[in-house]
């Protein structure tokens, strides 16, 4: 596997399920982020995650938890969500130095919550 | 606060046409600024960035971009569209704080569609 990759590619949940979304990167970067992309809505940053520990949380409900084990890994627990947190969620990472850091994105999970 | 406006959701060039994909922004400190593309089913790709050498910035697949201070804008272009250029285009600015750019804000994204 190179680059970024997310499992599984699609999931349909009840609004009473728990899942997990996972994120693997293998970049040898040092940062990793979660994004929302609902549509017709910009790019949501949820959390990121530098060194594994989090440094933002952009106001994301508590129903989504993030887990970050090693600079490799990235998870989202979702539990008890809502039909409006259907949308497509994208996993990134960079190396983390001052300057002008890359992102690089994953192909996401389209989250249907029924 | 940054945000990022991208005018037009849709835009539709022919085979060979150029393509101009707007982006203008707002920020309080002088920024860097990307444009990402995003093909279906696929996660976003960096297509260019501006970080304050040259305004006129070249991007991968042709594209380049002119950092306009005055304008506050940073529009995308391509002299002659391809078929494969099709897909969404995303601008998107951050600040440059000591990790530089952790905190990406996006524009709503621009459906960018090649007709033969």
């Known amino acids: 596997e190179t680059g970024v990759t997310q499992t599984p590619r699609h999931l349909v949940m009840g609004m009473t399920n728990k899942k997990s979304l996972k994120c693997e990167q293998h970049l040898g970067h040092n940062a990793m982020y979660w994004y929302k992309q609902s549509a017709k809505k910009p790019l949501e940053l949820m959390f990121v995650y530098s060194l594994e520990e989090r440094v933002e949380n952009n106001s994301v409900p508590s129903r989504f938890s993030p887990e970050c084990p090693n600079s490799s890994h990235l998870f989202l627990h979702l539990h008890t969500l809502q039909p409006e947190d259907s949308a497509l969620y994208l996993c990134?990472?960079?190396?983390?130095?001052?300057?002008?850091?890359?992102?690089?994105f994953g192909p996401g999970t389209r989250l249907t919550v029924l | 606060a940054q945000s990022v406006t991208q005018l037009g959701s849709h835009v539709s060039v022919s085979e060979g046409a150029l393509v101009l994909l707007r982006c203008n922004y707002s920020s309080s400190v002088p920024p860097y600024l990307f444009w990402y593309v995003q093909y279906p089913n696929q996660g976003l790709q960096l297509l260019l960035k501006?970080?304050?050498?040259?305004?006129l910035v070249k991007g991968i697949n042709g594209f380049e971009a002119e950092f306009k201070k005055s304008e506050t804008s940073f529009h995308l272009t391509k002299p002659s569209a391809h078929m494969r250029d099709a897909a969404e285009y995303f601008c998107?600015?951050?600040?440059?704080?000591?990790?530089?750019?952790?905190?990406?804000?996006f524009g709503t994204g621009t459906r960018l569609t090649i007709i033969p």
């Open positions: 501006y970080t304050s050498a040259a305004t």
């Open positions: 990134a990472s960079s190396l983390r130095l001052a300057g002008v850091n890359e992102q690089f």
């Open positions: 998107a600015v951050s600040d440059r704080g000591v990790f530089g750019n952790e905190k990406l804000t």
